[in-house]
């Protein structure tokens, strides 16, 4: 059965990338649609220590760690929607979620009764893995459909 619905989870990894591409690709050949998710982490998960110069610079210029991540969010989203412009898809979705990532995914990939999922195989990195454990494999875990990881 060929997919209706591709969901990628992006977050401007080189993996993520190669995850856009592929879905991209995918969605042009059976005629899917294509959703581009960006999953702001929960800011509890990654509190900046006050402190820090830079944050406090920031701060103090009423620019919030929220809004940072949400510009961030709008920058990979935007990079990720030019890349499947690139193979052919003109008319991708593009939503912006805040949450543990695996979960949020996961939610609105029930949500729009996505057929498959595509993420990376590797997003934020060893570190990142080691404190919140692989999404991809949770992803895969709990997902209610077809999940390819892309290295």
């Known amino acids: 059965m060929s997919p209706r619905t591709i969901l990628v989870a992006v977050d401007g ?12 690709d995918l969605a042009t050949h059976e005629d899917a649609d294509l959703v581009l998710l960006h999953v702001v982490p929960d800011p509890s998960i990654y509190a900046v220590p006050t402190g820090l110069e830079e944050y406090t610079r920031l701060e103090k210029a009423h620019i919030t760690q929220h809004d940072l991540m949400m510009s961030a969010a709008g920058r990979i989203l935007d990079d990720a929607a030019h890349r499947a412009e690139k193979h052919g898809i003109y008319t991708a979705t593009t939503r912006v979620e805040i949450g ?9 990939a029930e949500e729009i009764e996505a057929d498959m999922i595509v993420l990376g195989s590797r997003g934020l990195g060893n570190i990142g893995s080691l404190l919140l454990g692989s999404t991809s494999q949770k992803v895969t875990h709990l997902a209610p459909c077809t999940v390819v990881t892309v290295r």
């Open 13 to 24: 990894s080189e993996h993520s990338n190669k995850a856009v591409e592929f879905a991209a």
């Open 100 to 108: 543990q990532p695996a979960t949020k995914i996961v939610d609105v």
